[in-house]
């Protein structure tokens, strides 16, 4: 069972920058789309920001200028740049991949903590 493995995540205060990495443990065929999601407690996960295989990128309207998605392809690795951080952008962290058979199985990560202080 392939899994996710991201990095990066922590504490930062306002202001600051973080660049969270997702991996995947072993190989995922067929990848294409690739995301980062956040979640808080009590509310449903939200999409932050997602890279198509042809590059194309998508970003919630709250982290449009500050966060940045990219990809390499040959490492199958998502990246997110975070910058400019606010204490609203405090979350659990996950990636996603959607890939492996006919390109329609979705691979999440197990979650990483971003907290920003004021």
């Known amino acids: 069972q392939v899994q996710l493995v991201e990095s990066g995540g922590g504490f930062v205060q306002a202001g600051g920058s973080l660049r969270l990495s997702c991996a995947p443990s072993?190989?995922?065929?067929?990848?294409?789309?690739m995301g980062w999601y956040r979640q808080t407690p009590g509310k449903q996960r939200e999409a932050v920001a997602t890279?198509?295989?042809?590059?194309?990128?998508n970003y919630a309207d709250s982290v449009k200028g500050r966060f940045t998605i990219s990809r390499d392809n040959a490492k199958s690795t998502v990246y997110l740049q975070m910058n400019s951080l606010k204490p609203e952008d405090t979350a659990v962290y996950y990636c996603?991949?959607?890939?492996?058979?006919?390109?329609?199985?979705?691979?999440w990560g197990q979650g990483t903590q971003v907290t920003v202080s004021s």
């Open positions: 072993g190989r995922i065929f067929n990848i294409n789309v």
């Open positions: 996603k991949v959607v890939g492996g058979l006919m390109g329609r199985v979705d691979y």
């Open positions: 890279i198509t295989s042809g590059g194309t990128t």
